[in-house]
T-cell receptor
Framework: NAGVTQTPKFRILKIGQSMTLQCAQD?????MYWYRQDPGMGLKLIYY???????DKGEVPNGYNVSRSTTEDFPLRLELAAPSQTSVYFC???????????FGQGTRLTVV | KNQVEQSPQSLIILEGKNCTLQ??????????LRWYKQDTGRGPVSLTI?????NTKSNGRYTATLDADTKQSSLHITASQLSDSASYIC??????????????FGKGTKLSVKP
């Protein structure tokens, strides 16, 4: 049981490049979330999913896309990287009944 | 709008001292309230979780209280240690989605414990 696994841990992108941040959980959780955390700030919700095939926008979805083809995986896609997307990205999951949320270790992304 | 406000924004205390962090929320309806510890460069890790019917919950030197009537929670840290230096985040889970999903985060309190 690995919990929530995020890859990569670090990445530097050039402006305009694309990349996918991977997130996988092995706890059979229904809910999965992507957050970004800017320095000194709280976590802001980018996208979330309540189950396979269902995704919804969070507070700051612009510039990102997600998909949820399986219960386990919830990748986050950046199509045209911009400096404003420099941040630390966290993936999290919870199940419908459980009160606990588990977080990945984060992906530190720098766009130059 | 559902909000979670934490205070103070930052706090410096000496090793061995106690401290209390505050969390006020406007989330309604309310499912549960959690306190997380986030070490620098790491993901948040759960300390306590309380439903609306619980008034207090302890986890070692951490004790959380909840007043669902006034929508206030506190996290009390006893006999602080250097390893307690971290950000402490209050998170409230609502019953519905919307643009915030069903987890609403406070901005956290940054605690520094000095020797």
């Amino acid at each position: 049981n690995a919990g929530v696994t995020q890859t990569p841990k670090f990445r530097i992108l050039k402006i305009g490049q694309s990349m996918t941040l991977q997130c996988a959980q092995d706890m059979n959780h229904n809910y999965m979330y992507w957050y970004r955390q800017d320095p000194g700030m709280g976590l802001k919700l980018i996208y979330y999913s309540v189950g396979a095939g269902i995704t919804d926008k969070g507070e700051v979805p612009n510039g990102y896309n997600v998909s949820r083809s399986t219960t386990e995986d919830f990748p986050l896609r950046l199509e045209l990287a911009a400096p404003s997307q420099t941040s630390v990205y966290f993936c999290a999951s919870t199940n419908r009944e459980n009160t606990e949320a588990f977080f990945g270790q984060g992906t530190r992304l720098t766009v130059v | 709008k559902n909000q979670v406000e934490q205070s103070p924004q930052s706090l410096i205390i000496l090793e061995g001292k106690n401290c209390t962090l505050q969390c006020n929320y406007t989330v309604s309806p309310f499912s549960n309230l959690r306190w997380y510890k986030q070490d620098t460069g790491r993901g948040p890790v759960s300390l306590t979780i309380m439903t609306f019917s619980e008034n207090t919950k302890s986890n070692g030197r951490y004790t959380a209280t909840l007043d669902a009537d006034t929508k206030q929670s506190s996290l009390h840290i006893t006999a602080s240690q250097l390893s307690d230096s971290a950000s402490y985040i209050c998170v409230v889970r609502g019953f519905y989605g919307g643009s915030q999903g069903n987890l609403i985060f406070g901005k956290g309190t940054k605690l520094s414990v000095k020797p």
